[in-house]
């Protein structure tokens, strides 16, 4: 249950980032937009492993690893 609430938060903190960059055309929120969005991808990696399927855990391990780390670079450019 904490995992569904933990995604589903992710999801909207990453909308609403997403919503902002199109209505202003600023990038300045991107990186935190991915940071967000690579939370929502761990815990559905979690998840889908938890749900035994493994290939789809890893594939989603795989994206969170890039993901964060084009945050991290967002994120230390600005």
């Known amino acids: 249950m904490a995992l569904k609430i933990i995604r589903i938060t992710a999801a909207i903190v990453t909308f609403a980032f997403a919503m ?3 209505i202003t055309g600023s990038n300045l929120l991107l990186g935190w ?5 690579g939370v929502m991808m761990l ?5 889908e492993i938890q749900k035994d399927k493994k290939l ?10 890039l ?3 084009t945050a ?3 994120i230390m450019h600005y």
């Open 67 to 69: 993901i964060i780390s």
């Open 72 to 74: 991290i670079e967002q």
């Open 33 to 37: 937009m991915m940071l967000s969005l």
């Open 43 to 47: 815990v559905m990696e979690i998840e």
């Open 56 to 65: 789809i855990g890893y594939v989603s391990l795989g994206a969170f690893v």
């Open 20 to 22: 902002h960059g199109l």
